[in-house]
Every structure is written in structure tokens, then in C-alpha cells.
């Protein structure tokens, strides 16, 4: 397959994932009298597009490909999310809409995380990656995607909800994700790199790859933050 088809495919990817979110919060809103939490769809779709449009500006004029300063600027790409997803789990809004939306729903969303297992291992046979951070390497992260449709099916069956189970499962996602995470940022040309040898993990300082810190990562740790959120608000 051609190398071009990558990051179009990347991109596209990308989409599908904020648009399967978009429409998955819209369909259990749309029936609420609330209308701050029939309008939380549209102010998702609202964030996410513009903090699209902020990473490809940035990455457009090489700001987060500067890894010489301390803190690197590309840290930026990962606190932004972190705080905002932070400040949205503990919020009223997310109370509201964990009230109405599926257990299974939050668990069975992270089989995402198996197509980016396979567009990281595309990235290393294309150079682009090193070894280590696909599941030839060092990223198990594929499991978490892989057990996903088992765990929602064993641990969140309506009426009968595991607990234990369930936050065990996604503790270990998050386990998993931040395994990950760290190989990158390891990885990464900065002065505290570890894992050096080329290729490094620049590549996910331009675009469209600096979603997958950006968007994708972010949308991982949050269904995690969700669940459990839910699982210990029962």
C-alpha cells in the first residue's frame, strides 16, 4: 500500500472516532428535558474541532517540533486535554450524562484503540516509529482494545453491573495507555530522552499524527475516567 494513503487515512480515522462520540452522546441526550445536557454533543464537536484546528496551526509552524526548550512546547499537546477531560469528569454535566448513557457504551468504544495499534505498526514499517512503541515492541495497549466487546459483555451487563471487575479492567487499560505514553515521551528528541536510536517519536509533532497524543489518547483516558466514575457513583 502506498505511503501517502497513511496520513489521509490517519486523518480519516480521526473523524470516524470524534463523529462515533458526537453521535453516540447525541442518541442518549436526545430525549432529555435538559437542554445543557441535549446541547453537551454539540459543545464536544465544538472542542474537538477547534482543538484540531489549534494542533494543525501549531504543528503548521513548527512549534511543537522544538524539543529543545525545558518544558518541551509539545507537552502542551498533552496538558491541555488532561485538564479539560479532568475538569469535565468532575463536573454536574458529566453526572447528568453518565445518568443516561450505557455502560457498555463507555467500554466497548475503546476497541478503537486495536485500529491505532495497526496505524502505529504501519508507522514503524514506514520508519516513522520506532519498534518499541508497536506490539512488536513494548505497547501492549492492543489488549486493552482486543478485551474490550468481553469485558463490556462480562463486567457491564445491564441490571448486572461487576464493580470490582469493572474497575479493575479499567485500571489496567489505564495501566496499559500510560505504558505507552511513557515509551513516547522517552522516546521523544528532547534533553531527558531515554530511549534513543532512530527513528525517535517526533513524528507525532506534526500533523496529522499529532492527533494520536492530541485527540486519540485523550479519548482513551476519558472513557476510562468515565466508567469508573460511573461504576463508583453506583
Given at each position: 500500500m502506498s505511503p501517502e494513503i497513511?496520513?489521509?487515512l490517519f486523518m480519516l480515522f480521526v473523524i470516524l472516532?470524534?463523529?462515533?462520540?458526537?453521535?453516540?452522546m447525541r442518541k442518549v441526550v436526545s430525549g432529555s428535558e435538559d437542554i445543557k445536557l441535549r446541547n453537551t454533543p454539540n459543545y464536544f464537536l465544538i472542542i474537538a474541532m477547534a482543538w484540531t484546528s489549534i494542533l494543525y496551526i501549531l504543528t503548521f509552524f513548527g512549534v511543537l517540533s522544538d524539543f529543545s526548550t525545558m518544558p518541551p512546547k509539545f507537552m502542551f499537546v498533552g496538558?491541555?486535554?488532561?485538564?479539560?477531560?479532568l475538569y469535565f469528569v468532575f463536573s454536574k454535566r458529566a453526572v447528568k450524562l453518565l445518568q443516561v448513557i450505557p455502560h457498555s457504551w463507555?467500554?466497548?468504544?475503546?476497541s478503537f484503540r486495536i485500529i491505532v495499534e495497526l496505524l502505529l505498526w504501519w508507522m514503524y514499517i514506514e520508519f516513522l516509529l520506532p519498534e518499541r512503541m508497536t506490539f512488536e515492541g513494548f505497547n501492549f495497549d492492543i489488549i486493552a482494545g482486543l478485551t474490550a466487546p468481553f469485558a463490556a459483555?462480562?463486567?457491564f451487563k445491564k441490571g448486572a453491573i461487576n464493580k470490582t471487575a469493572g474497575?479493575?479492567?479499567?485500571?489496567?487499560?489505564?495501566?496499559?495507555?500510560?505504558?505507552?505514553?511513557?515509551?513516547a515521551i522517552l522516546s521523544l528528541p528532547t534533553p531527558f530522552q531515554v530511549f534513543t536510536g532512530e527513528p525517535s517519536s517526533?513524528?507525532?509533532?506534526?500533523?496529522?499524527?499529532?492527533l494520536l497524543p492530541g485527540v486519540l489518547v485523550p479519548l482513551a483516558y476519558s472513557m476510562h475516567f468515565l466508567s469508573i466514575r460511573k461504576l463508583l457513583n453506583k
Open positions: 497513511l496520513p489521509k472516532c470524534i463523529f462515533l462520540v458526537y453521535s453516540g496538558v491541555v486535554p488532561m485538564i479539560t477531560i463507555l467500554v466497548n468504544i475503546q459483555y462480562l463486567f474497575i479493575i479492567w479499567n485500571l489496567a487499560g489505564l495501566a496499559l495507555l500510560i505504558n505507552i505514553v511513557s515509551i517526533a513524528v507525532v509533532s506534526i500533523f496529522p499524527y499529532v
